[in-house]
């Protein structure tokens, strides 16, 4: 008897976990499904038809980035959206992908209440970006500022010297192809090149001017490269609130949007790594603690700013493009 008792308890204890292994393998499935349904949908917003604001991201280092713009005229389009959260955290990037978001933000703004919310960091480019919205909200201890432009370049000669190795050339004139990390640089590539930062400067200066109310003077003094608190930040008219996104949606209301409306983030399209679908790469990341292989991981590496080319404006631009 006692062995007969012994085995239906076995068979009980089987049963249970039969039981609990098939509950969980439907419920992997299930998300499994659903993430890949979420990924071949582009990745585009749930429930575009009801009304809200939808919140775009600017992280990272800035470039001429054609799926941001994309969305931010996306966002324009919708009828739904009845209000933008600009989310902006990044120390800046190239002055061209700076202009071109600048511009994307101000023709959304022409049709819809646009208001920048920063986080840590909206420096450079980044704070370019946030001039272009109708009202900056940033954090008491966010960093703010470092307007500005540079060109920055390696002078490889004395390298080359060691190494024995010597650079010929033939072009059509002097300044071709100049400054080079080839040659030394001549007092004529270093005016060049002078002139055209000071030319993209003032432009820049001129846009801080026009979208903060100020006089060409009171932005000047402000563009030396320096950064500030959010706290200073307002006190410099460089900002016009201290808080997060409660005072975004709350200034929004004050436009005629419903402070009750969800916050709705306009998320990439899926591309993901080279190798994963972007839902599968944040699933495999988060999984593996390491953050989302799609892009987390290429921003931690520093792999992004390998690519900056032409004029910057970017705060510690040398340890940015180092990656250090």
């Excluded at 419920?27 to 979420?38: D, N």
């Excluded at 080359?160 to 059509?172: R, T």
């Excluded at 975004?248 to 969800?262: E, H, N, Q, R």
């Amino acid at each position: 008897m006692s062995m007969k008792a012994d085995d239906l308890i076995d068979r009980r204890r089987l049963r249970r976990k039969l039981t609990f292994w098939r509950i969980a393998a439907f419920v992997i499935a299930a998300a499994a499904i659903i993430g890949l349904s979420t990924w071949l949908a582009g990745e585009r917003i749930p429930g575009v038809a009801s009304a809200h604001i939808a919140k775009i991201k600017i992280e990272g280092t800035i470039t001429e980035d054609e799926d941001l713009l994309d969305r931010i005229d996306q966002v324009r389009k919708s009828a739904s959206v009845k209000g933008v959260i600009l989310s902006i955290d990044s120390p800046g990037g190239t002055t061209a992908g700076g202009e071109a978001i600048f511009d994307a933000v101000r023709k959304l703004a022409a049709e819809k209440p646009v208001v920048a919310q920063v986080g840590t960091l909206a420096a450079s480019a980044g704070y370019m970006i946030a001039s272009a919205t109708d009202h900056i909200v940033a954090r008491k201890s966010s960093i703010v500022g470092s307007i500005g432009v540079l060109v920055q370049f390696p002078d490889l000669t004395g390298l080359m010297d060691k190494l024995g190795i010597k650079l010929e050339e033939v072009k059509s004139s002097p300044l071709k192809a100049e400054p080079s990390p080839f040659n030394p640089t001549t007092d004529e590539e270093r005016a060049m090149m002078r002139n055209m930062i000071l030319d993209s400067y003032d432009w820049f200066v001129g846009i801080v001017a026009e979208r903060r109310s100020m006089s060409k003077a009171e932005a000047t003094a402000l563009a030396d490269g320096s950064v500030f608190t959010g706290r200073q930040a307002l006190a410099k008219k460089l900002i016009d609130e201290v808080g997060g996104e409660d005072q975004a949606i709350a200034w929004l209301g004050t436009k005629g949007v419903d402070a009750k409306l969800s916050v709705v983030e306009w998320k990439p399209a899926g591309s993901g790594s080279m190798f994963l679908p972007k839902a599968l790469a944040q699933a495999l990341g988060r999984t593996l603690g390491v953050g989302d292989f799609s892009s987390e991981l290429i921003r931690e590496i520093g792999a992004e700013r390998l690519f900056l080319d032409g004029m910057l404006s970017l705060w510690q631009a040398e340890k940015a493009v180092s990656g250090d």
